[in-house]
């Protein structure tokens, strides 16, 4: 089956540093992935869609600034958290969606829990 | 924002009893998607409907689709105790250049007691 891979798993950063969280689709490729974020006991919520070779489209109130999202390739989607703050604390999931056009699936990566203290 | 009201927010049984879990939402959609997520780790793909079906099986899973009231039910029968997890509903808008983004519900905590 599908699987997407989310490296690190687990991160502890101070206040002020950027962090990078990587989402790899590993069997397949995908022209579209997309990055959440779940605080405890919450939904996910849509931050943005990564599209390969163009610029992330961020939904309402993210800001792009300090949430950047690069999609170099068919199998890697990077997110990177600048000058992160202890509310960012959260954790940050990606989903990939099969390039198959026919394909309405999205496969989610294990998330990455971040913390900044 | 979110788009899916889940109900009951957190629901507790007892094994071999049935779960039922609901969804609304308030746009046209193209498809609904159940997923199940153990406490702090990654989401499962359970079930996928899309808006022109009513029900689908899957084991012991059963969903209903009802457009016309944009609700959706997740049935688990025989529950068990493996299946205590988190349940979302997510909905994939019409809109073609939307590129299949989900929205979330706000989800269902099972809790099953052996």
């Known amino acids: 089956g599908a699987v997407v891979s989310q490296h690190p798993s687990r991160v502890i950063c101070k206040s002020g540093t950027s962090v990078k969280i990587e989402c790899r689709s590993l069997d397949f490729q995908a022209t579209t992935m997309f990055w959440y974020r779940q605080f405890p006991k919450q939904s996910l919520m849509l931050m943005a869609t990564s599209n390969e070779g163009s610029k992330a489209t961020y939904e309402q109130g993210v800001e792009k600034d300090k949430f950047l999202i690069n999609h170099a390739s068919l199998t890697l989607s990077t997110l990177t958290v600048t000058s992160a703050h202890p509310e960012d604390s959260s954790f940050y999931i990606c989903?990939?969606?099969?390039?198959?056009?026919?394909?309405?699936?999205?496969?989610f990566g294990p998330g990455t829990r971040l913390t900044v203290t | 924002s979110q788009q899916g009201e889940e109900d009951p927010q957190a629901l507790s049984i007892q094994e071999g009893e049935n779960a039922t879990m609901n969804c609304s939402y308030k746009t046209s959609i193209n498809n609904l998607q159940w997923y199940r997520q153990n406490s702090g780790r990654g989401l499962v793909h359970l079930i996928l409907?899309?808006?022109?079906?009513r029900e689908k099986h899957s084991g012991r899973l059963r969903v209903t689709l009802d457009t016309s009231k944009k609700s959706s039910s997740l049935l688990i029968t025989a529950s068990r105790a493996a299946d205590t997890a988190s349940y979302f509903c997510a909905t994939a808008s019409m809109i073609y250049n939307q590129g299949g983004k989900l929205i979330f519900g706000q989800g269902t905590e099972l809790s099953v007691k052996p």
């Open positions: 409907i899309r808006s022109n079906e």
């Open positions: 989903s990939a969606r099969d390039a198959s056009p026919s394909s309405y699936e999205q496969y």
